[in-house]
């Protein structure tokens, strides 16, 4: 795991400024670029480099395109990673990678052989990327199975797995900060994220669902932390056990909180996050998090990009595993 020091060195920013933007220090006040380059060094310092190319493709010539805006980028490091995958993959590769942020219009000027597109999209900007290229393959967003390949979390299971846990360690009373996200045209909001639809779905069936335990902002950390101060003014006999947040983000938010009032983490509240981002082994208490493979995601992508270029055409939907990773926040 790459260390403080790691990204200190590799940035050239201090030590006080590299903790400070992982651990979305709002009182910061540097540059939107400084908080770019620091927490694209944690991403591709975490990275595991797999060097096993088969076949150069330095004339091969993709676009990357995010469904965010630039800025957006740096509030969901979740995307952050998966882009890092898919350019250091392409790097290794030989392959050319453009990134475009939300901007299919400038994309037409281009000339590529393929695209992968990051994010929640709407209808009408993947009818635009169907005009532009048969070759396209979506990361954490599937349109329609039968048309385009897509990479996704089986978040599903993820959520199944982490309740099991916690019903299991004695945490009963089971609390759940969702987010909400809009698609790629700024306005349509996406009805409901599939993390909170599971969890919903699996307390009903194991007969603990309570609909006071659920609350739904978007997944910043500060939506997190409002959340949870709205949650904390609860009776003490009517507080959760453990908390599930829907990104890490969300749980850091939920962490400030709760050290911010005479609870103790995970004694009193215990706190669980989702993507294991690189920031989650330095906040604290360090958090137990759902380690999404996000590296991996953006390198399938890559991998289904080139067997299209390669004569597949039989559409492909990989769902990728996670792992929980226990850290301090849970017992």
Known sequence: MATLKDISDKTGYSLATVSRVLNYDSSLAVSNETKRTILEAAEALAY??????????????????????????????????IRVGIENKCNQLGIQALRFYNDIESMKNENFDGVIAVGKFSNQHVAELKSLTNHV??????????????????????????IDYCLSTNYNN?????????????????????????????????????????????????????????????????????IIAASDPIAIGALKAINETNYTIPNDIAVVGFNDISIAAFVYPTLTTVKVYTELM??????LLLEQLNG??????????TELVIRESLK
Do not use: W
């Open 48 to 81: 595991s480099k797999n060097r096993n190319e088969r076949k150069n493709y330095s004339k091969t010539k993709i676009i990357c395109l995010l469904s965010l805006a630039e800025e957006e980028e740096l509030d969901k490091l979740y995307y952050i990673s």
């Open 298 to 303: 953006g390198e399938s992508a890559v991998d």
């Open 137 to 162: 393959v979506f990361v954490d967003f599937s349109p329609a199975e039968e048309d385009f390949d897509a990479v996704m979390v089986d978040f599903k299971k993820a959520i199944q797995k982490v």
């Open 312 to 321: 597949r055409t039989i559409t492909k939907t990989l769902y990728i595993a």
């Open 174 to 242: 089971i609390y759940f900060l969702g987010g909400q996200e809009t698609l790629s045209d700024k306005k349509t909001l996406i009805e409901e994220d599939v993390r909170t639809k599971e969890y919903c779905r699996y307390m009903k069936k194991l007969g603990i669902y309570d609909e006071k335990n659920i609350s739904i902002g978007d997944f910043s950390a500060e939506s997190g932390y409002h959340n949870t101060k709205t949650l904390l003014k609860r009776s003490e006999d009517s507080l959760p056990d453990v």
